[in-house]
């Protein structure tokens, strides 16, 4: 167990954050110094009397080994060091299912949500070593205690003996535990980014007098851009910056200050922050480079430095960053050329350049920031957090998030599916190849890659992905400025009929549809267009059509049943000013609950698209939102029949003393029936006699294949199909070479291909498409990441090419679909429950009119490595 194994850090209710660890043996004093400070109070409800304070109080508690017992204890900075404030234990009893877990946390500190995150914790960790259930035996009086275990979200039954209530419940988490969770995060995660973006002191450490610096310039646009709130400058000399008192130590301010922004050369940045902390900032923003962007040097200087934040229970926005702006208080604590237009979009970038670069373009097109977020390297604070906070935010109406990488997608997932029903999330990711870091040995692992988790990951959530900065500035800009789009029917109208066919390729393109209008609509049209014009969509009103044209023609087409969205195409003519056609389309459409796009060609116009093909991708973006918005909301799916332990025993016992390998026939078909999956009945042969004996007993036609782990039996020839009689199955089995595995070869049914991959980043993946010996040319597997929700599932088994088979493609019989959806729920509950399982390919999987057959299968088993951070929310 490595030496960060089981540090977490958690975030309260007020904002402020703690970090947790086992207690070594060097902690004792401080942990009997702990129990001394606490209350009488206190120690009798936490010991259900008053101990002996005395040092073999907290020997137990040192060092746990987490198979008996489990401890963590929360520390904060103190005068003299890292003081604790906090234990939790858990002790398995004679039951090895069942554990009793207690904590203890200082007076001070009660009624900020430390116990409850103490036991979120250690629920976990107890989880992961075996234990089901915790017990807890407290005193009446103790409510406080009681409400944590109340609230906490777990199935808690409570009892009271001889004056004392015994408490037991399970502890693996369910979706309304994890929504308890979710809820105690956002409101946690809320209050402690208020600072930032609502501070009302500012002190900028490395504010230089002189121009042309980066601490100094972005003081000065605090300055210049009207921050409502105080601003200081901090430097060595403590000379003045911007007409505003310079001080050389952030401690001689005399104020409180909300907010330390970080200009220091990186040797020099910790021993700021731990004075903006000692000082009793809790925000920082540090925007100096030389972490971890810079190798193991800087890695290890960012530990440091989050170690620092979390020891005083403050947040960090970077290191490494280009700064934060937030329209609320007027504040540009960046160091770029110049303000951020005020409006209602929240942007983070993990590139500073790129953020800037976008901020540009999207000025020139009139696009206004409500918060602006450089999150670097984002040590602490994330898109994750930025999401949360946006949520909340009224100033907020449109999300814009720029990703380099995840850090826990996962929770991701779950935050972004809950704003995008209310605020529209666009996102724009790089560094995304399609065929991953490692060769593929499966069929699964070859169509999975970190590009099918991505596109997973967004559309379940609901995030619309762009894949240019000029589709993601197009598609805010539809976003914030016009109505939502209400379905894919667009009328394209224009000056110039080789640009409407244009669009109106594009339209197809994107998915939409170009319908016809109405006889009562067209009849209108054509009263007021010339006899050569079109009124066919796309409309072509003829080069010289006027301004004044265009504002009869738009109230007709807005006022049709069957037009969703208007695209306006206008290319300048000798009489007519993009100018005069931009303020006739306004006139026309203002107050109109249909989005109307201009495309001005030639102009300036910040409201107008710049080519037909920007506004049609754009709509296009829109239309696949407004069809995940009327989507349900889904449920995770529940699957009965699992045995967990008995799949544990399977992985364990194969990998032994090993860190990869693939599993035996047995050994898959034992961890899959653990799971509940269908598969054909088979036999295991050790050579061409035994082989051919259990053909005969399980009835012809036959199939013979080679049972050795892994292979892939098409390629390498190690499959014979439909064998008739003994001879023909001894021949294949003498040809193929045992060991073997015989089954009855399946008639009918769809050829299809479902699976599982484990991805270091997002977690356990689940593909499903069409199956075969063609699964890779095909190359249509869709994927989910787990937990998957119903409605998630059954899209996967009923749409694309996949979907088309299951439906009865050309005639054949249709698919068992809920029982495929069965199936795909279990692969995902057994990617969640055993991350030891790095590829399993079920191919072919023949569903059939009544359930499914699974024909073959592989798995891959493998000694997880992922990443661990400290972070818990």
Avoid at 120 to 145: C, D, K
Avoid at 390 to 418: C, H, K, M, Q
Avoid at 851 to 866: E, F, H, K, L, N
Wanted: a negative charge; charged letters at 20%.
């Amino acid at each position: 167990m490595g030496p960060d194994a089981h540090i977490y850090d958690v975030i309260l209710r007020d904002g402020s954050t703690l970090r947790l660890r086992p207690p070594a043996s060097d902690d004792a004093a401080e942990l009997l110094a702990f129990f001394t400070r606490l209350s009488p109070e206190s120690l009798h409800l936490r010991f259900h009397g008053m101990p002996a304070l005395r040092p073999d109080l907290v020997e137990h508690v040192l060092e746990p080994d987490w198979a008996d017992r489990g401890a963590l204890i929360g520390t904060l900075a103190g005068a003299e060091g890292p003081r604790v404030v906090a234990v939790a234990t858990y002790d398995r009893l004679r039951d090895p299912s069942r554990a009793e877990a207690s904590f203890a946390v200082a007076d001070e500190l009660q009624g900020r949500g430390i116990g409850t995150r103490l036991l979120e914790q250690l629920a976990t960790i107890a989880g992961s070593h075996g234990v089901e259930r915790f017990v807890a035996v407290v005193l009446p009086e103790n409510a406080r205690m009681l409400g944590v275990f109340r609230d906490a979200g777990f199935d808690v039954a409570r009892k009271l003996e001889q004056g004392i209530f015994e408490l037991e419940f399970p502890i693996t988490p369910t979706e309304t535990y994890r929504a308890h969770v979710d809820e105690r995060d956002h409101t946690a995660v809320v209050a402690s980014l208020e600072a930032f973006f609502e501070p009302e002191s500012v002190a900028v450490l490395g504010a230089s007098p002189r121009a042309g610096t980066i601490g100094g310039d972005l003081f000065r646009n605090i300055v210049t851009g009207g921050f409502h709130g105080r601003a200081y400058p901090v430097n060595r000399e403590g000379k003045p910056v911007a007409g505003m008192e310079g001080y050389a130590s952030i401690e001689q301010i005399p104020d409180p200050i909300d907010l330390a922004v970080v200009c220091l050369p990186a040797g020099l940045v910790l021993d700021g922050c731990e004075a903006a902390l000692r000082h009793g900032t809790r925000a920082l923003c540090v925007i100096s480079a030389g972490f971890a962007e810079i190798g193991s040097e800087g890695v290890a200087r960012q530990e440091r430095l989050l170690a620092l934040v979390r020891g005083h229970g403050a947040r960090l926005i970077g290191p490494n960053c280009l700064g934060i702006a937030s329209s609320t208080t007027s504040l540009n604590a960046t160091f770029a050329p110049h303000a951020f237009p005020s409006g209602s979009i929240g942007f983070s970038s993990q590139s500073g350049a790129l953020g800037l670069a976008l901020l540009t373009q999207a000025e020139g097109r009139g696009l206004g920031f409500s918060s602006f977020v450089s999150i670097g390297n984002k040590a602490d604070v994330s898109s994750n957090d930025l999401l949360e906070y946006w949520e909340d935010d009224p100033a907020t109406a449109v999300v814009l998030l720029y990703l380099e990488s995840f850090g826990n997608p996962r929770r991701f997932g779950r935050i972004a599916r809950r704003v995008a029903r209310t605020k529209p999330i666009l996102a724009m990711k790089s560094g995304v190849t399609g065929a991953g870091s490692r060769a593929a040995s499966s069929h699964t692992a070859a169509l999975a890659g970190s590009e099918a988790a991505v596109s997973a990951l967004f559309h379940q959530a609901g995030v619309t992905r762009c894949g240019t900065l000029e589709e993601l500035i197009d598609v805010a800009a539809l976003f914030s400025s016009r109505p939502p789009l209400q379905g894919r029917r667009v009328v394209v109208l224009t000056n110039a009929g080789g640009l409407g066919i244009l669009c109106a390729d594009a339209c197809d393109a994107a998915g939409l549809e170009l319908p016809q209008l109405s006889e009562e609509t067209r009849a209108a049209l054509a009263a007021v267009l010339p006899q050569e014009a079109s009124t066919a969509n796309p409309i072509d009103m003829l080069g010289s059509a006027s301004s004044d044209l265009y504002e009869q023609v738009l109230p007709h087409l807005l006022a049709d049943d069957a037009v969703d969205a208007l695209i306006v195409i206008f290319v300048p003519a000798a009489s007519v000013t993009v100018e005069d056609v931009g303020e006739a389309i306004e006139r026309a459409t203002q107050g109109r609950a249909k989005p109307v796009l201009p495309v001005l060609m030639g102009g300036a116009d910040p409201g107008s698209f710049p080519y037909p093909e920007s506004a049609a991708r754009a709509l296009g973006r829109a239309a696949e939102r407004a069809d995940w918005l009327r989507r349900p909301i889904g449920a995770e799916l529940a699957v009965d029949g699992v045995d967990s332990h008995a799949a544990a025993d399977v992985i364990a016992t194969a990998l032994g003393t090993a860190d990869d390998l693939w599993l035996a026939p047995g050994e898959v078909r034992r961890l899959l029936e653990a799971y509940g999956i269908s598969l054909v009945p088979e036999r295991l042969a050790a050579d061409a006699d035994e082989a051919q004996a259990l053909a005969v007993e399980l009835g012809f036609p036959a199939v013979v294949k080679t049972a050795e782990p892994g292979a892939h039996k098409t390629e390498h020839g190690g499959v014979a199909l439909d064998l008739a009689t003994p001879d023909e199955v001894r021949a294949a089995a003498e040809r193929i070479g045992g060991p073997l595995i015989v089954q009855p070869m399946i008639e009918g049914g769809v050829e299809l291909l479902a699976g599982l991959v484990q991805d270091p980043v997002f977690g356990p993946l689940v593909a499903f498409g069409p199956g075969g010996v063609q699964a890779e040319l095909i190359g249509e597997a869709r994927f989910l990441l787990a937990p998957v929700a119903d409605t998630d599932a059954r899209e996967l088994v009923t749409g694309g090419k996949a979907g088309r088979l299951v439906s009865g493609f050309r005639g054949h019989p249709r698919a068992d679909a809920d029982a495929l959806v069965d199936l795909v729920a279990r692969l995902a509950r057994l990617g969640e429950d055993h991350a030891e399982v790095a590829e399993l390919d079920l191919n072919p999987v023949l569903g059939l009119a009544t359930g499914y057959v699974v024909v073959d299968a592989r798995v891959r088993v493998s000694r997880p490595t992922s990443p661990v951070t400290p972070k818990t929310w």
